[in-house]
């Protein structure tokens, strides 16, 4: 869940979040469904990588603006340079 929702993230493609929700949701199940993993041990996974991608969420618009915002002077200051 936190990899694939890092992915749409990071490419700030709205239709990625989809498939990647579709793609999260279906290896969970199939893991309950094959007998490897408890139901529940699936629902923290997707609590925890939701809590984990919740985070970054917050964090990746601030250290890494978007071009359009670093051309309006939006995010200047907030990527330290090299």
């Known amino acids: 869940m936190a990899f694939l929702g890092a992915v749409a993230l990071l490419f700030r493609r709205r239709w990625l979040w989809v498939p990647a929700v579709c793609l ?45 915002d670093r051309m309006a002077g939006i995010g200047e200051g907030s990527v330290p340079e090299s």
Do not use: E, K, M
């Open 24 to 68: 999260a949701i279906a290896i969970g199940l199939s893991r309950v469904w094959l007998g490897v993993h408890w139901p529940t041990d699936v629902l923290g996974g997707w609590v925890l990588g939701l809590g984990w991608l919740a985070g970054w969420s917050a964090i990746v618009p601030l250290r890494f603006p978007s071009p359009g």
